[in-house]
């Protein structure tokens, strides 16, 4: 059964300050994607990063990456430079692949709450 | 603009007062799915639909009814709630298949009493 451990309930920094929120995940397939959610204050869940287990090419968007390594079978995201903005609870998620075409669902970690003080 | 669309987003209500929340998307997504969001258990999955017609249950199905009559609507049926239903509850579209993005729709707060 596919599972993601999402170690760290919760971090404060201060604004500025460099930060990385881990994610493990296990799996059997070898065929599997791997997701990032952000649910700011307002509740809402807000797509962030979708990479596939062929992929393991680091991502780079602004002040945000990805760091995908199938050895440790982690999925780690950095925030760089971090704003209050980015206050907010982090999801990381699996979902399996079959024949490209997956039943199941995206399986969620627990969440990262993370607090950004000015 | 491109959505996924609940209602109610709050409600109350008491136990064994059947209830559905009902979810709509406008993007022509042939994949469906319900999940519900408790504090330190994160979110996890109650139902989905591949297609019109078709749904199958996910991690947590017990309590909870989904039709798929239309392509762009899943209702989440409660035919007798608990108190232990109570939770945040989101609705999900994505193209294809659990495994491409997923557009949650804004969430719904239900409480059981």
């Known amino acids: 059964a596919q599972k993601v451990t999402q170690a760290q309930t919760e971090i404060s920094v201060v604004e500025k300050e460099d930060v990385t929120l881990d994610c493990v995940y296990e799996t059997r397939d070898t065929t599997y994607y791997l997701f990032w959610y952000k649910q700011p204050p307002s509740g809402e869940l807000v797509f962030l990063i979708r990479r596939n287990s062929f992929d393991e090419q680091n991502e780079i968007s602004g002040r945000y990456s990805w760091n995908f390594q199938k050895s440790t079978s982690s999925f780690n995201f950095t925030i760089t430079a971090s704003q209050v903005v980015d206050s907010a609870v982090y999801f990381c998620?699996?979902?399996?692949?079959?024949?490209?075409?997956?039943?199941?669902?995206?399986?969620f970690g627990k969440g990262t709450h993370l607090i950004i003080q000015p | 603009e491109a959505q996924v669309t609940q209602n109610p987003r709050y409600l109350i209500t008491v136990t064994g007062k059947k209830l559905t929340v009902t979810c709509s998307q406008n993007?022509?997504?042939?994949?469906m799915s319900w999940y519900r969001q408790d504090p330190g258990l994160g979110l996890r999955q109650i139902y989905y639909?591949?297609?019109?017609?078709?749904?199958d249950k996910g991690d947590v199905p017990e309590g909870y009814k989904v039709s798929r009559k239309e392509k762009r609507n899943f209702p989440l049926i409660l035919e007798s709630p608990s108190p232990n239903q109570t939770s945040l509850y989101f609705c999900?579209?994505?193209?294809?298949?659990?495994?491409?993005?997923?557009?949650f729709g804004q969430g719904t707060r239900l409480t059981v009493v």
């Open positions: 993007m022509n997504h042939e994949y």
């Open positions: 639909s591949m297609n019109v017609e078709v749904t």
């Open positions: 999900a579209s994505s193209l294809w298949g659990g495994n491409t993005e997923a557009f």
């Open positions: 998620a699996l979902s399996e692949g079959y024949s490209g075409g997956g039943a199941d669902g995206l399986t």
